[in-house]
């Protein structure tokens, strides 16, 4: 038979695979397909692994699952010589990987942000990032060296061990706000905090390496390194945004030229600063960022929703990568750098951080909160228990352990910054749900209820009137429509179990009723003052936003200038953040008066 030939000739080539590479080795012709391999079976584990978890709703981030794969495939590394095989890509300079991923991850969350909250949160979001950064490396880098008591550690060593420790990359739970669709300026801090906060990090890695390297040995030094890679950073990334802004506005509608270019863009800035001008790459990537994201009004609708999911894309697969590869270093490392006592620290160190964090927050609260859109104690609670550790402080740990010179604080930060973000991820994230529910922000809003209420009662409406015509349909007349009815039922997403016969105050016309329990007539019940104010706020909000849609639509039909379409834009982004929800025609008088 056919198959058993086909199965005899598998079993003559896997033979001779594992016979060729018995010792181990690596063959130069066989390297590229293996490292493929991994990579791509990665990013299919991570697609089952997250298809999976929104399927069966697990609360628990995929990143999680990913770290938990690797640490499964280092496993099996260590056991398999062949398996060693695929997971060659692991012995690669962690710089190839902070080369491959970090401009990816910082230019996706300055490109999809939004430039005009950005902005306005700016101070907020430099406090936090670089004196907050500071406070909090200080503070967990001086009280894990005591509570290590390592002998052959430095102030230094200390001090960058609390730095690698403070960079966040809260995306759960900026999902998760925005998707309740509260507190917009909250999620823009936490992604600005995010950014900025790795390229401090960054720069003060680079700055205490010279320390203990003994390259820098005064103060003046310091502030001279920070400020050649602060200043040439931004520098750097203003340039190379006016450019990019500029050949936006001449292929604004090219979808396959604005994919490469802005890939390209990303990339080339974070090699020209890091490798070139010995500037902070970060930094630049991140300024390049937000100047594209201002300039997003340039392109047709169609380009920016392409490019958005396109980003969206390639900062997944550097997530699932970085996570992937970091779960397998880490367990092939685990046995020759951690006993059982650093596994009991790693607790120790997850409040440590925490505590550090909060006391970043209140030693900044006094001016955070009177500066931008200021900081309530609800919303600096959340930033607080917020602060998720992401994919930097894997590659800088990294970086640290293959440093010859700082062993004994690599050993150590494997094992704790590992047990760090597992533990943001498993406890923080996870628990963020219950913690918006408590503070009152995941309620919905009157205005929202009345909005999917007549929503709802217009697709009930138009499926009953589906079923009457289709019910007199020749065709049809011998159809199980008992069936048919109980398929087309349509759940109401506000209402856990919702039925025909539920109770009818949150009534399809937006309002609610009484009945009179002597006449038993229906009495329907005004709207309080401040749910009338929210209907009114939301009226105005959407009123705003088709606004801003037909000024994009005029813009492509050439009725609007990109001056024109930027000024509308900005106008209606200011009014959005009002309480009153109105434009200010007094700032746009001034653009129709003659020059």
């Known amino acids: 038979m056919w198959y058993w030939k086909f199965a005899?000739?598998?079993?003559?080539?896997y033979s001779k695979v594992t016979v060729s590479h018995a010792d181990g080795s690596l063959n130069k012709d066989d390297e590229p397909p293996r490292v493929f391999f991994l990579i791509f079976g990665g990013l299919a584990i991570a697609g089952i692994l997250r298809a999976l978890i929104k399927i069966l709703n697990i609360p628990i981030p995929f990143r999680v699952f990913i770290l938990f794969v690797g640490g499964i495939i280092g496993i099996l590394t260590k056991a398999s010589t062949y398996i060693a095989k695929y997971t060659q890509i692991v012995y690669l300079p962690p710089r190839y990987m902070l080369m491959s991923c970090l401009p990816l991850l910082m230019f996706k969350s300055a490109f999809c942000i939004d430039a005009h909250t950005f902005m306005r949160s700016w101070g907020q979001i430099f406090f936090l990032a670089v004196p907050g950064i500071l406070i909090n490396a200080f503070f967990t880098g001086m009280i894990m060296m005591v509570l290590l008591n390592h002998d052959d550690w430095t102030y230094a060593m200390g001090l960058m061990f609390g730095t690698i420790c403070s960079p966040i990359y809260p995306i759960e739970v900026v999902s998760l706000l925005k998707e309740i669709g509260q507190a917009k300026h909250?999620?823009?801090?936490?992604?600005?905090?995010?950014?900025?906060?790795?390229g401090s990090v960054m720069i003060m890695f680079e700055i205490l390496l010279g320390v203990i390297e003994e390259d820098i040995t005064?103060?003046?030094?310091?502030?001279?390194?920070?400020?050649?890679?602060?200043l040439g950073g931004i520098a750097l990334g203003l340039v190379l945004g006016k450019?990019?802004?500029?050949?936006?506005?001449?292929?604004?509608?090219?979808v396959v030229n604005m994919l490469i270019f802005t890939m390209v863009a990303a990339y080339l800035t974070y090699y020209i600063g890091t490798e070139m001008l010995s500037v902070s790459g970060v930094i630049a990537v991140v300024v390049l960022g937000i100047m594209i994201s201002m300039e997003k009004t340039s392109l047709s609708i169609d380009t920016e929703i392409f490019l958005m999911h396109f980003w969206d894309m390639l900062a997944y697969m550097a997530n699932t990568m970085v996570f992937l590869l970091a779960g397998i270093i880490i367990t092939k490392k685990l046995s020759q750098s951690a006993g059982i006592q650093d596994y009991a620290l790693v607790l120790i160190t997850y409040v440590v951080a925490g505590v550090g964090r909060l006391l970043e927050y209140i030693l900044l609260a006094p001016i955070v909160s009177r500066i931008g859109y200021g900081l309530t104690f609800r919303n600096m609670t959340i930033a607080v228990w917020g602060g998720i550790r992401g994919p930097v402080p894997f590659c800088l740990t990294l970086s640290v352990f293959h440093h010859s010179g700082l062993s004994p604080l690599g050993r150590e930060l494997l094992v704790h910054i590992a047990g760090l973000v597992t533990l943001t991820l498993l406890i923080n994230a996870t628990t963020m749900p219950l913690l918006l529910r408590l503070l009152g922000l995941s309620e919905l809003s009157m205005a929202r209820k009345v909005n999917m209420n007549n929503c709802m009662r217009h697709l009930e409406n138009r499926r009953d009137r589906t079923i009457s015509m289709l019910k007199m349909d020749r065709?049809?007349?011998?159809?199980n429509w008992p069936l048919v009815n109980t398929a087309t039922i349509l759940k109401h997403p506000y209402k856990i179990n919702y039925s025909d016969s539920d109770e009818e105050e949150e009534n399809y016309l937006g309002f609610r009723v009484t009945t009179c329990p002597d006449c038993q007539?229906?009495?329907?019940n005004e709207p309080t003052?401040?749910?009338?104010?929210?209907?009114?706020?939301?009226?105005r909000?959407?009123?705003?936003?088709?606004?801003?849609?037909?000024?994009?639509?005029?813009y492509e039909n050439g009725m609007l200038s990109k001056e024109g379409i930027r000024v509308l834009t900005q106008a209606i982004e200011t009014a959005m953040d009002t309480p009153e929800a109105l434009i200010e025609l007094e700032g746009l008088h001034r653009y129709f008066k003659r020059q």
């Open 529 to 539: 003052n401040k749910e009338m104010v929210e209907m009114i706020r939301e009226a």
């Open 186 to 198: 909250l999620s823009i801090l936490l992604e600005g905090e995010g950014m900025i906060g790795d």
């Open 243 to 254: 450019l990019m802004g500029w050949i936006m506005a001449v292929m604004y509608s090219d």
């Open 8 to 13: 005899f000739i598998c079993l003559l080539w």
């Open 475 to 479: 065709f049809l007349a011998d159809a």
């Open 218 to 230: 005064t103060w003046y030094h310091v502030v001279m390194v920070f400020s050649r890679f602060a």
């Open 541 to 554: 909000m959407r009123i705003l936003k088709a606004k801003k849609i037909s000024y994009a639509r005029q």
């Open 521 to 524: 007539k229906e009495i329907p």
